[in-house]
């Protein structure tokens, strides 16, 4: 395993394994749910789709065909803390794997009728949710160990007093 900081603070990680002729690369940003105050909650997670929405070079759906037509497979996730956009295909295609993830993050378009397109399914998703997201919330609050208190996310988690907060 080899981990090199580039000179504008970028930290590449290479593992290699030579047991089968696939790759994967993952580009982890540092920021997720839990840095989200109360007005921007879902908006990681509406970043993270923009990203495959187009960019200069690439229209809405390209990213996704060249992937899918070399084999491969892209998608991402948000968590708590983090962001993860990945590409998995033939380590034959590694050239275009790289250059169409690192054209994903570094130019996306954020064009406006894509953006409010996905802002609105965020509000309703928010919404539909809001009542299991508050039994939910409700179950964890009664069961919350306090050792977690000093937990990094514990932010996130932790009960708010009546009147703040999501709920």
Same mark, same amino acid.
């Given at each position: 395993?080899?981990?090199?900081?580039?000179?504008?603070?970028?930290?590449?990680?290479?593992?290699?394994?030579?047991?089968?002729?696939?790759?994967?690369?993952?580009?982890?940003?540092?920021?997720? @749910?839990?840095?989200?105050?109360?007005?921007?909650?879902? #908006?990681?997670?509406? =970043?993270?789709?923009? !990203? %495959?929405?187009? *960019?200069?070079?690439?229209?809405?759906?390209?990213?996704?065909?060249?992937?899918?037509?070399?084999?491969?497979?892209?998608?991402?996730?948000?968590?708590?803390?983090?962001?993860?956009?990945?590409?998995?295909?033939? @380590?034959?295609?590694?050239?275009?794997?790289?250059?169409? #993830?690192?054209?994903? =993050?570094?130019?996306? !378009? %954020?064009?406006? *009728?894509?953006?409010?397109?996905?802002?609105?399914?965020?509000?309703?998703?928010?919404?539909?949710?809001?009542?299991?997201?508050?039994?939910?919330?409700?179950?964890?609050?009664?069961?919350?160990?306090?050792?977690? @208190?000093?937990?990094?996310?514990?932010?996130?988690?932790?009960?708010?007093?009546?009147?703040?907060?999501?709920?």
């Amino acid at each position: 395993m080899l981990l090199h900081t580039l000179p504008n603070g970028l930290q590449v990680l290479l593992l290699e394994k030579r047991t089968a002729p696939v790759l994967s690369f993952s580009a982890l940003v540092r920021v997720g @749910s839990a840095d989200e105050n109360d007005s921007e909650a879902g #908006l990681s997670h509406v =970043i993270e789709h923009m !990203l %495959f929405k187009g *960019t200069p070079s690439r229209s809405v759906g390209a990213i996704a065909s060249e992937v899918e037509g070399a084999g491969g497979d892209i998608n991402a996730y948000t968590s708590f803390d983090q962001t993860v956009y990945y590409i998995n295909m033939a @380590s034959r295609f590694s050239d275009k794997g790289l250059e169409i #993830l690192a054209d994903a =993050i570094q130019n996306p !378009l %954020f064009d406006s *009728t894509e953006l409010e397109r996905e802002n609105n399914k965020r509000i309703e998703l928010l919404g539909c949710k809001v009542f299991e997201i508050f039994l939910h919330r409700k179950l964890l609050d009664a069961r919350l160990p306090s050792s977690i @208190s000093r937990h990094t996310h514990y932010k996130s988690l932790a009960p708010k007093p009546s009147g703040q907060g999501r709920w």
